[in-house]
């Protein structure tokens, strides 16, 4: 059985590959034998495959009319380089546009557009469904090369992506170490950190790079005050006996003076990085008393 099968792939691969006659035998085999032949789709995986190279349209047909199918669908596809287009892969979030498949690629393609890229025979009959595949070779091996070219690309584009996350990471960093961004209150840093931006930038960083900087940045710059922050705050009191002794507070005379000498006093002991309110006012009370 086996010798049959491989004697039946000699005769039929070395045939040289016409799908319009295959489409044509298709068509008059079925007229032939009185089956029917129509579109329709079929959900369920098919129970028997016969595939080009293997199995005539014949010896296909002839199990049609030996299972009394009450059609047969025949499908018949075309290559378009739209399906090339469109597999490529979607916009890189990090990207001004879609990714474009190789001119090369692309152009190989474009030489086979409008050919017949696959032939689709399916019948149902005796409770079992069948169905008969044929693409050429050429279109397997269009597949092959843009699967072969797709992890070439993907190799890329992860070597991209690292790259661009080291540059989101080193610029944003250098963000959160600017004095008036530490500085800033919360509402005033989007700004602040949007001026000292934009002269690092150069000029291939997009609209992506410049949002992940800003957002990185907030993030370090949130997540190191409040480490900063929760170390004071378990030494107010001894804070608040140096700030007596700071020229700044020994000089005010109104609350609001005193208020500003915490603060700074704050800033400093913290790396730059700006105290909430409510720390500012308990080390300003404990000054105070």
Request: avoid cysteine; charged fraction near 30%; charge should be negative.
């Amino acid at each position: 059985m086996g010798t049959a099968a491989g004697k039946r792939a000699v005769r039929y691969v070395a045939k040289v590959e016409d799908f319009d006659e295959l489409v044509q035998q298709f068509r008059a085999g079925a007229e032939k034998r009185n089956l029917r032949l129509l579109e329709a789709e079929f959900p369920k995986k098919p129970d028997v495959i016969f595939r080009y190279g293997m199995t005539s349209a014949d010896e296909v047909l002839d199990v049609a009319q030996q299972s009394f199918v009450p059609f047969v669908s025949l499908t018949v596809s075309r290559l378009d380089t739209a399906e090339l287009i469109e597999s490529w892969g979607e916009k890189d979030f990090f990207s001004e546009a879609p990714p474009e498949p190789p001119a090369e690629l692309l152009g190989l393609w474009e030489e086979r557009a409008g050919q017949i890229d696959g032939v689709f025979v399916v019948g149902v009959g005796g409770g079992a469904t069948y169905i008969f595949l044929a693409v050429p070779a050429w279109k397997q091996e269009l597949e092959g090369l843009r699967d072969g070219w797709s992890e070439d690309r993907d190799a890329q584009r992860a070597d991209e992506y690292r790259a661009v996350l080291i540059r989101i990471t080193h610029l944003a960093e250098q963000v959160e170490r600017d004095p008036g961004y530490r500085a800033g209150t919360l509402q005033a840093r989007a700004s602040i950190g949007k001026n000292v931006l934009e002269p690092m930038l150069q000029s291939d960083d997009g609209a992506y790079i410049r949002d992940q900087v800003l957002k990185e940045a907030s993030r370090l710059v949130r997540d190191n005050s409040q480490a900063a922050y929760s170390r004071l705050t378990g030494q107010m009191d001894e804070l608040a006996a140096e700030l007596r002794l700071t020229r700044a507070w020994m000089e005010a005379r109104l609350v609001a003076d005193r208020t500003a000498a915490a603060r700074d006093f704050l800033l400093q002991r913290a790396g730059g990085y700006s105290p909430a309110v409510s720390v500012v006012n308990e080390l300003r009370r404990l000054a105070e008393q």
